[in-house]
């Protein structure tokens, strides 16, 4: 985070992707919902991870700017400022506003939403195999914090589109292959 950074007017899109990180903040009236796309594209998936034995969910997706102020403040008020932006955003920071961002876990396995036990799980790793084929990257990889800014998420995944199989297969983040901060 850039300390005194006030919310810009307008996203910021690099070749035509939206992108919300801690140098790239979004207007706090920014209130897209849920991406329709990215929804239809996440039942793909989900079909197809039926038929592959796993039942996967979306446990929360859009938040709105208050949501994040209400969900920040939580964890700031639980562990302290500095542990809390390691793995949330503040308000007008989450990908979650952008509604790109769907945090996936096992229906019946509901102790492993949030955690990183998810990714060591047969449906974590069928996600994390197969995730791109349907437009979603690993949004926040395992050795990647420097760039992301938080640590990894095994769970939290974000649509990016036709570019996912790219980035995935290179092994970057949202941050290298658009080449910003």
């Known amino acids: ?40 594209a996440f039942e793909k998936m989900a079909e197809d991870a039926k038929r592959a034995g796993f039942t996967i969910t979306a446990f929360s997706t859009y938040r709105s700017y208050d ?44 102790k492993d939403f949030a955690s990183n036990r998810f990714g060591q799980t047969p449906a974590g790793q069928w996600v994390n195999e197969n995730a791109a084929r349907y437009g979603f990257i690993l949004r926040y990889p395992e050795g990647k914090e420097d760039i992301t800014g938080y640590m990894h998420e095994s769970w939290h995944f974000r649509y990016v589109g036709d570019i996912a199989e790219e980035i995935m297969e290179k092994g970057l983040t949202l941050e290298e292959y658009l080449d910003a901060p």
Do not use: C, W
Not at 4 to 23: F, Q, V
Not at 86 to 92: D, E, H, M, N
């Open 1 to 40: 985070y850039v300390e005194g950074m006030t919310l810009p007017d307008e996203p910021t899109y690099i070749n035509g992707h939206l992108l919300a990180n801690k140098l790239h903040p979004l207007p706090a009236t920014f209130a897209p919902g849920e991406s329709k796309e990215a929804r239809a």
């Open 67 to 110: 949501y994040q102020v209400d969900l920040y403040n939580r964890y700031k008020n639980r562990d302290g400022e500095s542990e809390a932006d390691r793995y949330s955003a503040r308000p007008g920071y989450s990908e979650h506003q952008t509604g790109l961002a769907f945090d996936i876990g096992e229906v019946g396995n509901e």
